[in-house]
T-cell receptor, first 111, second 119 residues
Framework: GDSVTQMEGPVTLSEEAFLTINCTYT??????LFWYVQYPGEGLQLLLK?????DKGSNKGFEATYRKETTSFHLEKGSVQVSDSAVYFC??????????FGRGTSLIVHP | GAVVSQHPSWVICKSGTSVKIECRSL??????MFWYRQFPKQSLMLMAT?????????EQGVEKDKFLINHASLTLSTLTVTSAHPEDSSFYIC???????????????FGEGSRLTVL
């Protein structure tokens, strides 16, 4: 079945540091890929998405590129802020329309 | 953008009582909704898939008689935790599959979550 693997957290960075959160997936066909963000005590919000190979999703300075050859969708941001501290979930959705989530990666950004 | 509202955002109840959590899509019709339980180490566990007008499809290991899911309309799904016990204390999150986007993409919109504490 489909699966998503994310790097273990927490990831701890200083403000303005470069961020990478790795995400790889296993799926049949051509799923859509997503990153969701969850701020403390809240539900999940869509951060960005990509629907086909080589698509780049971007939002709020975050980017991720759909790499079919490496089955990856790594999340990056050039300069993180304290307000980016949250839990980030990588997810995929295939033809079944049932989403599959990674375990989440906690990001902590210090001033 | 599309909005999903979940209510209540937090609830405290006594052991043995039942608690109902509502999930509403406010500005779109959601034929499919999902219920998740989130454990302390952040992982999301899919409990069930709810399709409007039909019985929910439960994931393996989820007790359907304990977690009653009803999706009676295109904008409302409810999760009832029956005879709640302290081990049912958790953060429950609903999501609704939107109707925007091209075929194969889907958009998943999440509620704010409901924190259940069973004493």
């Amino acid at each position: 079945g489909d699966s998503v693997t994310q790097m273990e957290g927490p990831v701890t960075l200083s403000e303005e540091a470069f961020l990478t959160i790795n995400c790889t997936y296993t799926a049949t066909g051509y799923p859509s890929l997503f990153w969701y963000v969850q701020y403390p005590g809240e539900g999940l919000q869509l951060l960005l998405k990509a629907t086909k190979a080589d698509d780049k999703g971007s939002n709020k300075g975050f980017e991720a590129t759909y790499r079919k050859e490496t089955t990856s969708f790594h999340l990056e941001k050039g300069s993180v802020q304290v307000s980016d501290s949250a839990v980030y979930f990588c997810a995929l959705m295939g033809g079944s329309y049932i989403p599959t989530f990674g375990r989440g990666t906690s990001l902590i950004v210090h001033p | 953008g599309a909005v999903v509202s979940q209510h209540p955002s937090w609830v405290i109840c006594k052991s043995g009582t039942s608690v109902k959590i509502e999930c509403r899509s406010l500005d779109f019709q959601a034929t499919t909704m999902f219920w998740y339980r989130q454990f302390p180490k952040q992982s999301l566990m899919l409990m069930a898939t709810s399709n409007e007008g039909s019985k929910a499809t439960y994931e393996q290991g989820v007790e359907k008689d304990k977690f009653l899911i009803n999706h009676a309309s295109l904008t409302l799904s409810t999760l009832t935790v029956t005879s709640a016990h302290p081990e049912d204390s958790s953060f429950y999150i609903c999501s609704a599959l939107g109707t925007s986007g091209t075929s194969g993409t889907g958009e998943l919109f999440f509620g704010e979550g409901s924190r259940l504490t069973v004493l």
